[in-house]
């Protein structure tokens, strides 16, 4: 290890004389699970992963499940990958024989994929069946990635599976969004199959998807087509003004009063789902090939500046015990876990990609939004007794809010995993494992203002130096040079 921020900024600078241009941080190797700087240990996460795989059951669930496991089993094939190796997956592409080493063959994710698609009734355009147009399209990425890893005429690993049915079942759902979903006038996809309704929501599971599909498919119109939703997604959602400036409303129902399912609040899974979707579209965008990056650098700028405007104002708003508010401009909604595990997990990539990418480096995370997500991290990682435990030594999350009711905090939930879940706030626990895990890997200090970290003794939250100032004086070599 390094031990000096002058050493580092040294090492940092005579990197960039053999690397592309646009990397300021060095790329080290995608590392899978925990690493040493993690709070979390082997036993909850086994947890989190047990928890989820009992509970993760609907649509989005299951994406948001097997997004989880991509980002913290399987780094290499993630989009967030420091190489750009995940976007050229084929039947040949190596795997350690092991599934302890370095880069395991991502066998659960196949085989789920492979379920996915032998469940699914043969006509039914949905990869699984939703009142939900977009919740389906979740697991999409999924799908290809599996049918990817398979030989032309082979079965998906360890199933019945063709590849070619896993490629028509993708087919269809890209259909089922593209040809037979309702839109706005200007384009936007619902997120309902029965009537136009835009939910922040949807930004997780279609664009995504999307642009996952057009980079390993090298299509361009779909990686522009995963931005302009987004774009629109922005454009009906964004509160221009009051107390949560910048951050978006839940749902938005064009039709107005004949539905009760209009929600102006600025939920905050809502919000932390737009981030961290949009995060996803940016990795795919300029991650996977050297031309994208130049093609699609004012799209990904925007991405990013849409990030931060959600990261930003996020963590602007008060927090209860250290948590966001389920509503976050509302103090009095409860405090809520789950977003707040997303937006932690969001700040880190963003802060990730913004300094690895200098097109992207005016998005990067201000150091007071990120020693805040390093206090929250901290706060959701206590194990002190004489501050509230928010995941159990078995792994579960609280407090968090109910999935089916989203106004609603989820009760029954139980330490020991007997009771209700969150299978969306389980995964989330591992994004933020994930992201943060990337972010250090990559040359990136952790910080937290320990005033902010609940239960915290106001001592020991002071953890290392800002890595900013450091990709501020690389940027400023760069510039002599
Ligand atoms: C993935 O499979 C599709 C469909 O067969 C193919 O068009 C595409 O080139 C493949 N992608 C990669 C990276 O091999
Ligand atoms: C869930 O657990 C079963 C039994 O251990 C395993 O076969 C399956 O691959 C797991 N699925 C996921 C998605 O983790
Ligand atoms: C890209 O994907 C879209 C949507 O599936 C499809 O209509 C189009 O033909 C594809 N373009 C290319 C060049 O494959
Ligand atoms: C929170 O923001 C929403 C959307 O802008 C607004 O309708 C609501 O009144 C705000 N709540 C408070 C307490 O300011
Ligand atoms: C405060 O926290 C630090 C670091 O975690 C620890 O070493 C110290 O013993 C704590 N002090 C008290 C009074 O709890």
Redesign the pocket.
Known sequence: MLSSPVLLAVALFCGLATASPTRLLARRDDVPGLQSGSRLTEQQVEGVEGLLNRTATRSWEIGAHLQALLEFRYPALAPFSFDDDW????PSTSFSSSADGDNPYPYEIVSAAAEIVASKPDGQGQLISDGSAADPAAVGAFV?LA??LTE?GANLRGSSVG?EAA?SAVEGQVRELLERTPRTGDGAISHRVSEVQLWSDFVYMVPPFFAYLG????NTTLLQLAYDQARLYRQYLRADSGSGQGLWRHIYVPSGGTTDEADPGLWATGNAWAAAGMLRVVASLINADEDWEDDFESQAGDLAGWVREIVEASWALPRRNGLLHNYLNETSSFADAASTALMVASTYRLAALASEHSGLSSSAPSASALSTAESAYLTLTTTSSSSTVHISPAGVLSPVANPMSYADQLDNVRADGSGSVSPEGQAFVLNMESARRDFIEEGGTVSADAREVEGSNGSGGKRALGSLALGVAVAAMLAVV
């Open positions: 976007a050229s997956v084929s290809v049918a990817n032309e590849r490629w980079a390993l498919t090298a």
